[in-house]
């Protein structure tokens, strides 16, 4: 009896003993790949049960995530383990991702539903840069009623001409206009850029706060562009007795065209590297004969590297029929802007499918308001209701800016050998970017509205041959079939294609078999690859993605 009240004792702590013992917890994770499939239970004995996680990552068992407790088993311990695995091939630490949506702590930016439209924050991810990758300052000149420079959200991104000392009285840098430190006021004609009778920049600032407001500085409203430096030159003020002339806007471009043709000259020790302008204004009613000067201006500012965008009118119809000013102006360098509903509907405006280029968000824009007084005793220095192609045009100056700032070493080469073909290159971006909708189709050239990443995207392909500017959009008919696919790619075309070629995303030719039907890859790993198919003299290229 005593035996067996000690074996029931015994029986008793031992289990106790068991319950008790901590459990294991994987802490540490690896993905591992193996030559093979490989069965749960035949990996658990050939690693000797040491992981406590082993789940499959595919359907054919060839990629696992295994996981260990660092306490009883090292990761130096456990890569030996599985050194000695047969068919084991690679292996890698496991750990988190960051979703790349970059969103700034700018705290009005969720009000700016037009930053998701033309895809703003997915260009962030890839440059927030003001420079280009030759240290060149990118600087955008915003030709409009002037701007407060003590507004908060500008700190940092109003152009300072340091060739001119302020208030010496000398023209330092040789460009005609003495102490233009700050940029230069055409209204009263002076250097600054606030001052006027009536000054308000009720227009100006909220067309230089889409551009380039400060992003990522806890206040207020993000800029397209994270960083930049506005060019401010006067044109108007608003005063209701205001009047300006087509004289005022050629002094203004002809301003902006001397710091960039300085700045060329001396190698950036003068002037500054002015890639675009914004103008949101014009003249209704009007045609190219009737200013042939200042139309001329596009071209000249183009020669130089400088592309133009203009707001087309906000009275809808035919531009053509009606007139309009500069948007009939005959020149590759400008870019003529309508505008869009946050719906992506066409929003009033004038239209034309050759004169107009593309359309951009233009209805109730949140943005910047001037820095008056008044303003900052109503806490009103940021607001919305901003609507009209005023308001559209300074998206795509801004976009010009970013695609500087993302240029590769190939584009860069062609802006310093040949500015207006940098320009010229720059304006195809923006437009063959364009997503193509069907509520705008008639409207403008591209039957499009602005998207910034995939002027990008574009670029990119420029920049690895792929695609050269005069043919990256082309009228034939082509389908790449099944993409994505294992690498047997099937062609469909209204013209005959003559041959089709892979290359990787470093740009190398990769092995492959074309039969006049299909193109038929060599043994390659999943991921993205470029098409290019051989049409007569014609290249094109397009997206493939194997997956096996």
Same mark, same amino acid.
């Given at each position: 009896?005593?035996?067996?009240?000690?074996?029931?004792?015994?029986?008793?702590?031992?289990?106790?003993?068991?319950?008790?013992?901590?459990?294991?917890?994987?802490?540490?994770?690896?993905?591992?790949?193996?030559?093979?499939?490989?069965?749960?239970?035949?990996?658990?004995?050939?690693?000797?049960?040491?992981?406590?996680?082993?789940?499959?990552?595919?359907?054919?068992?060839?990629?696992?995530?295994?996981?260990?407790?660092?306490?009883?088993?090292?990761?130096?311990?456990?890569?030996?383990?599985?050194?000695?695995?047969?068919?084991?091939?690679?292996?890698?630490?496991?750990?988190?991702?960051?979703?790349?949506?970059?969103?700034?702590? $700018?705290?009005?930016?969720?009000?700016?539903?037009?930053?998701?439209?033309?895809?703003?924050?997915?260009?962030?991810?890839?440059?927030?840069?003001?420079?280009?990758?030759?240290?060149?300052?990118?600087?955008?000149?915003?030709?409009?009623?002037?701007?407060?420079?003590?507004?908060?959200?500008?700190?940092?991104?109003?152009?300072?001409?340091?060739?001119?000392?302020?208030?010496?009285?000398?023209?330092?840098?040789?460009?005609?206009?003495?102490?233009?430190?700050?940029?230069?006021?055409?209204?009263?004609?002076?250097? $600054? +850029?606030?001052?006027?009778?009536?000054?308000?920049?009720?227009?100006?600032?909220?067309?230089?706060?889409?551009?380039?407001?400060?992003?990522?500085?806890?206040?207020?409203?993000?800029?397209?562009?994270?960083?930049?430096?506005?060019?401010?030159?006067?044109?108007? $003020?608003?005063?209701?007795?205001?009047?300006?002339?087509?004289?005022?806007?050629?002094?203004?471009?002809?301003?902006?065209?001397?710091?960039?043709?300085?700045?060329?000259?001396?190698?950036?020790?003068?002037?500054?590297?002015?890639?675009?302008?914004?103008?949101?204004?014009?003249?209704?009613?009007?045609?190219?004969?009737?200013?042939?000067?200042?139309?001329?201006?596009?071209?000249?500012?183009?020669?130089?590297?400088?592309?133009?965008?203009?707001?087309?009118?906000?009275?809808?119809?035919?531009?053509?029929?009606?007139?309009?000013?500069?948007?009939?102006?005959?020149?590759?360098?400008?870019?003529?802007?309508?505008?869009?509903?946050?719906?992506?509907?066409?929003?009033?405006?004038?239209?034309?499918?050759?004169?107009?280029?593309?359309?951009?968000?233009?209805?109730?824009?949140?943005?910047?308001?001037?820095?008056?007084?008044?303003?900052?005793?109503?806490?009103?220095?940021?607001?919305?209701?901003?609507?009209?192609?005023?308001?559209?045009?300074?998206?795509?100056?801004?976009?010009?800016?970013?695609?500087?700032?993302?240029?590769?070493?190939?584009?860069?080469?062609?802006?310093?050998?040949?500015?207006?073909?940098?320009?010229?290159?720059?304006?195809?971006?923006?437009?063959?970017?364009?997503?193509?909708?069907?509520?705008?189709?008639?409207?403008?050239?591209?039957?499009?509205?602005?998207?910034?990443?995939?002027?990008?995207?574009?670029?990119?392909?420029?920049?690895?041959?792929?695609?050269?500017?005069?043919? +990256?959009?082309?009228?034939?008919? +082509?389908?790449?079939?099944?993409?994505?696919?294992?690498?047997?790619?099937?062609?469909?075309? $209204?013209?005959?294609?003559?041959?089709?070629?892979?290359?990787?995303?470093?740009?190398?030719?990769?092995?492959?078999?074309?039969?006049?039907?299909?193109?038929?890859?060599?043994?390659?790993?999943?991921?993205?690859?470029?098409?290019?198919?051989?049409?007569?003299?014609?290249?094109?290229?397009?997206?493939?993605?194997?997956?096996?």
């Amino acid at each position: 009896m005593m035996f067996r009240i000690l074996l029931v004792f015994c029986l008793f702590l031992s289990a106790t003993s068991v319950e008790a013992l901590p459990v294991k917890q994987a802490d540490h994770f690896l993905i591992v790949q193996f030559a093979r499939p490989m069965q749960e239970i035949e990996l658990k004995e050939l690693t000797a049960f040491r992981f406590i996680v082993l789940e499959p990552l595919n359907i054919e068992k060839t990629l696992y995530k295994l996981g260990y407790d660092s306490k009883t088993l090292t990761d130096l311990g456990a890569t030996d383990i599985l050194r000695k695995v047969p068919y084991f091939m690679l292996s890698q630490p496991d750990g988190p991702i960051n979703l790349r949506k970059t969103i700034p702590n $700018d705290t009005l930016f969720s009000k700016q539903g037009h930053l998701n439209l033309i895809r703003a924050a997915e260009a962030w991810d890839l440059t927030r840069s003001g420079v280009n990758r030759r240290g060149d300052t990118i600087v955008v000149a915003v030709i409009d009623d002037g701007l407060h420079i003590n507004h908060p959200d500008f700190q940092g991104n109003i152009w300072i001409n340091y060739a001119d000392t302020m208030d010496n009285g000398i023209d330092d840098d040789g460009n005609g206009y003495i102490d233009d430190h700050y940029g230069w006021n055409f209204v009263n004609m002076n250097n $600054d +850029i606030s001052d006027s009778l009536y000054y308000e920049a009720r227009h100006g600032t909220p067309v230089a706060g889409i551009i380039g407001a400060r992003v990522n500085n806890i206040t207020g409203v993000s800029g397209i562009m994270w960083n930049v430096k506005l060019m401010i030159v006067n044109v108007a $003020d608003t005063s209701p007795l205001i009047l300006v002339y087509q004289s005022d806007a050629i002094r203004a471009y002809s301003y902006v065209l001397q710091q960039r043709k300085l700045y060329n000259a001396t190698g950036g020790q003068k002037g500054a590297f002015v890639v675009a302008s914004n103008s949101s204004w014009g003249a209704n009613n009007r045609f190219p004969h009737q200013a042939p000067l200042w139309c001329a201006m596009y071209d000249s500012l183009g020669k130089y590297g400088i592309l133009n965008c203009a707001a087309v009118t906000n009275q809808e119809g035919l531009v053509e029929t009606n007139g309009d000013l500069p948007t009939l102006c005959p020149s590759t360098h400008l870019i003529a802007v309508g505008s869009s509903s946050p719906g992506d509907n066409f929003y009033q405006c004038g239209f034309s499918t050759t004169h107009v280029d593309l359309s951009a968000p233009g209805y109730n824009i949140f943005s910047t308001n001037a820095y008056t007084q008044q303003n900052i005793n109503t806490k009103n220095v940021y607001n919305d209701g901003n609507s009209g192609t005023s308001f559209a045009a300074p998206m795509v100056t801004a976009a010009i800016g970013v695609l500087h700032s993302y240029a590769c070493e190939r584009i860069l080469d062609s802006i310093k050998a040949n500015p207006a073909k940098g320009s010229a290159m720059m304006r195809k971006f923006i437009l063959e970017g364009a997503d193509v909708l069907q509520s705008l189709a008639g409207k403008s050239v591209t039957s499009g509205r602005l998207n910034i990443k995939r002027s990008i995207e574009i670029m990119d392909q420029y920049c690895l041959g792929f695609v050269n500017v005069g043919n +990256i959009q082309s009228e034939v008919d +082509i389908r790449l079939f099944p993409n994505p696919g294992n690498g047997t790619i099937q062609v469909l075309s $209204d013209k005959p294609v003559t041959a089709m070629e892979c290359y990787d995303l470093a740009g190398k030719l990769i092995s492959s078999e074309f039969d006049g039907e299909q193109l038929k890859l060599g043994d390659v790993e999943n991921g993205v690859y470029f098409i290019r198919v051989y049409i007569g003299e014609q290249v094109l290229t397009y997206k493939y993605v194997k997956v096996q």
